[in-house]
């Protein structure tokens, strides 16, 4: 099976940073990766799939890059409805989450 | 507008069984690829199964954990996407969602879940 692994696993941040967490799978999946934003007691909403290309809907400050074993997800300026958990997932076979990592103040 | 809700969670005895539905709005459930992920209390997002659309063949997959336990089924004239689980462990407690898989892949559109609690 496909593991991915995200770092950190909480990042503490203030509104205005610029924020970046990653993504490494345990093998290449070339560029099949999708990021995801959780809040509590809601469902996940895709930001941005294929690695890099955002989601209809989703705000341009968020950005993804990698391709091959190495991913970011980028929040340009963190805004207050950004402090959620985000969550890396491959879908190069079937699909595998990463752990989740929880944004802060 | 895609609309999923899912229903059917309840408070279950280990071994026990349980269907899930999942109701789509706004697309032909049968033309879709579907998914269905489950979140443990405080935890993380676990893939369970899916279902590829008609067209792809309506073959299933489950991960290693729920296989040969769980089984996943459309009613076309309902719209209705259904998981049944059967010999529930206390490791299956989770809210379940029901989700699209655009181009079969991209998990694109979710519903709201729903609980299952497997306890004595």
């Known amino acids: 099976d496909i593991q991915m692994t995200q770092s950190p696993s909480t990042l503490s941040a203030s509104v205005g940073d610029r924020v970046t967490i990653t993504c490494r799978a345990s093998?290449?999946?070339?560029?099949?990766v999708a990021w995801f934003q959780q809040k509590p007691g809601k469902a996940p909403k895709l930001l941005i799939y294929q690695a890099s290309y955002l989601q209809s809907g989703v705000p341009s400050r968020f950005s993804g890059s990698g391709s091959g074993t190495e991913f970011t997800l980028t929040i340009s300026s963190l805004q207050p409805d950004d402090f959620a958990t985000y969550y890396c997932q491959q879908y190069t076979h079937y699909w595998t989450f990463g752990q989740g990592t929880k944004v802060e103040i | 507008e895609v609309q999923l809700v899912e229903s059917g969670g309840d408070l279950v005895k280990p071994g026990g069984s349980l269907r899930l539905s999942c109701a789509a709005s706004g697309f032909t459930l049968r033309d879709a690829s579907m998914t269905w992920v489950r979140q443990a209390p405080g935890k993380g997002l676990e893939w369970v199964g899916r279902?590829?659309?008609?067209?792809?063949?309506?073959?299933?997959d489950f991960a290693a954990p729920v296989k040969g336990r769980f089984t996943i089924s459309r009613d076309d004239s309902k719209n209705t996407l259904y998981l049944l689980m059967n010999s529930l462990q206390s490791e299956d407690t989770a809210l379940y969602y029901c989700?699209?898989?655009?181009?079969?892949?991209?998990?694109?559109?979710w519903g709201q879940g729903t609980l299952v609690t497997v306890s004595p």
């Open positions: 279902i590829k659309s008609e067209s792809d063949g309506g073959t299933t």
């Open positions: 989700a699209t898989a655009k181009w079969g892949t991209v998990l694109d559109s």
């Open positions: 093998e290449s999946i070339n560029v099949w």
